[in-house]
Nanobody, 124 residues
Framework: QVQLVESGGGLVQAGGSLRLSCAAS????????MGWFRQAPGKEREFVAT????????YYADSVKGRFTISRDNAENTVYLQMDSPKPEDTAVYYC?????????????????WGQGTQVTVSS
């Protein structure tokens, strides 16, 4: 069992920066690939970024590539999402998720545990 708690959301101006954190409980954090997803009002939840268990590989949605950076600190049981140059269309609730088996994925159904989400609002 893994419990995930996101933090760091809030209001940010377009072009600014914001860093989201996701703290995981337990001593098996390094066994999980981690991902970030988001859900805007009236829209389906969508993939943002994922990182492999050792942090050696990352993958991004085209909409955030070059602006967002996912990273992790296995010693601190934490995964991060650095949001640089955010746009108003990045406004959403952001969720982190843990994937127990398989290669890190962009598919929501492959993730076993989810956090409660943190709101990010980007003003123009």
């Amino acid at each position: 069992q893994v419990q995930l708690v996101e933090s760091g959301g809030g209001l940010v101006q377009a072009g600014g920066s914001l860093r989201l954190s996701c703290a995981a409980s337990g001593r098996t954090f390094s066994r999980y690939a981690m991902g970030w997803f988001r859900q805007a009002p009236g829209k389906e939840r969508e993939f943002v970024a994922t990182i492999t268990r050792n942090g050696g590989s990352t993958y991004y949605a085209d909409s955030v590539k070059g602006r967002f950076t996912i990273s992790r600190d296995n010693a601190e049981n934490t995964v991060y999402l650095q949001m640089d140059s955010p746009k108003p269309e990045d406004t959403a609730v952001y969720y982190c998720a843990a994937q127990g088996t398989g290669w890190s994925s962009s598919v929501m159904s492959r993730y076993d545990y989810w956090g409660q989400g943190t709101q990010v609002t980007v003003s123009s």
